[in-house]
């Protein structure tokens, strides 16, 4: 559109935006195809991972692998309790 590199971000393999449900302290799984074909369009040039990749460091491989049905989404406990 403007010839400008985009970068998407916001809730990539989570099947809600992170603000979205209130205090939702987990957060399901969803399919990457709809972000799949947004890149795939051309609508961004680059994607941002944070929560997927902070519940599974490994996201990436699953998806790559497409074998995402092994991805349990995000918990926010779980995740707290691993920061160092």
């Known amino acids: 559109m ?3 590199p985009v970068i998407a971000v916001g809730s990539v393999g ?3 935006a992170f603000l ?3 205090t939702r302290l987990v957060i399901a799984p969803a399919s ?3 972000v799949v074909a947004q890149f795939e369009a051309g609508e961004f040039d680059v994607i ?3 929560r997927a990749l902070l519940a ?3 996201w990436v491989n699953l998806l790559r692998d497409d074998t995402l ?3 349990n989404g995000y918990d926010v406990q779980s995740a707290l309790s691993t920061l160092h």
Request: charged fraction near 25%; glycine fraction near 24%; hydrophobic fraction near 35%.
């Open 2 to 4: 403007t010839g400008v």
């Open 48 to 50: 941002a991972v944070g």
């Open 20 to 22: 979205s449900k209130g």
């Open 69 to 71: 049905d092994g991805f």
């Open 14 to 16: 989570l099947d809600t």
């Open 56 to 58: 599974d460091p490994g």
């Open 32 to 34: 990457a195809d709809a």
